[in-house]
C-alpha cells in the first residue's frame, strides 16, 4: 500500500479495516474481470533515468521463462555487458542476440557510416519482428538511433504495423519520439533523481551498471 492508503486505514478499528479491505479485493477482481483481453504489445522504455534496459530485460526473462522465443537487436555498441551476455546464454535455445556489428558509438564521429550500421541494425530487427517463432522482440538503445536521425521514424512505425498481433516488441533508449509513444501500448519514463557518479562521484560498479 501507498503511504496516502496507509494513513487512510490507520485510524480503523479491525473490523473497519476487514470490511475496507474485502471492498478493495472485491473491486480489484471487477477491474481484473472486465480486462480479459490479450494483445501484442509496443512498450517504450526512455527517459533519462537508469534502467531502461534492465527493466526491458526483465521482461525478456520472463517471457523465456515461459518458454518463449526472443530476439534482442542491439542498436549502439557497448550497450551489453558481458555478465548480461553470460546470464542469456543459459537460454540459447530460445533467444537470439543480434549486436550490429561494431554498431554506433559515441567516438565514429561518421554519420554515413553511423546511418548504415543503423539501417542494417533495423533490416535484422524487421525480420525478427515479422517472424511468428518469436513472441518477444527487444530493440535496445534504438531511441537514440531515431533521436540522431539515423532512423525515420515513420519507418520504424510502419515496421511495428506489420508485427503478428500476439507477439510483443520493446523500444529502449532516451529521447523516443512522440510519434512512437503515442503509437505504443506500454510506455514508462525513467527519470533521474540523483546518481552516484555525479553527486558523489563513484565510478561504475560490478553488478550494479555492468
Avoid at 103 to 121: I, L, P, V, Y
Avoid at 127 to 148: A, G, T
Wanted: proline residues 3%.
Amino acid at each position: 500500500m501507498t503511504e496516502s492508503s496507509d494513513h487512510a486505514t490507520s485510524g480503523l478499528t479491525p473490523q473497519q479495516y476487514k470490511r475496507k479491505m474485502q471492498r478493495r479485493k472485491e473491486v480489484q477482481a471487477q477491474r481484473l474481470s472486465e480486462r480479459s483481453r490479450e494483445k501484442g504489445l509496443i512498450i517504450v522504455n526512455t527517459g533519462n533515468g537508469k534502467g531502461k534496459t534492465t527493466a526491458a530485460l526483465g521482461i525478456v526473462v520472463r517471457s523465456l521463462g515461459h518458454g518463449n522465443h526472443v530476439a534482442i537487436v542491439q542498436f549502439i555498441k557497448g550497450a551489453w555487458e558481458p555478465a548480461e551476455r553470460a546470464v542469456l546464454s543459459h537460454w540459447e535455445d530460445q533467444l537470439v542476440f543480434h549486436a550490429t556489428g561494431e554498431g554506433f558509438t559515441w567516438e565514429t564521429q561518421n554519420r554515413e557510416r553511423d546511418t548504415e550500421k543503423a539501417h542494417s541494425a533495423w533490416e535484422k530487427a524487421l525480420e525478427f519482428i515479422h517472424n511468428r517463432d518469436y513472441q518477444l522482440v527487444l530493440l535496445d538503445e534504438i531511441n537514440v538511433v531515431l533521436k540522431l536521425g539515423y532512423l525515420r521514424v515513420e519507418d520504424v512505425l510502419q515496421g511495428l504495423e506489420q508485427k503478428p498481433e500476439d507477439s510483443h516488441v520493446i523500444l529502449t533508449g532516451r529521447g523516443a519520439p512522440e510519434a512512437l509513444i503515442e503509437k505504443a501500448d506500454l510506455v514508462t519514463e525513467m527519470t533521474l533523481i540523483k546518481h552516484p557518479f555525479r553527486e558523489q562521484g563513484v565510478k561504475a560498479q560490478p553488478g550494479i551498471e555492468f
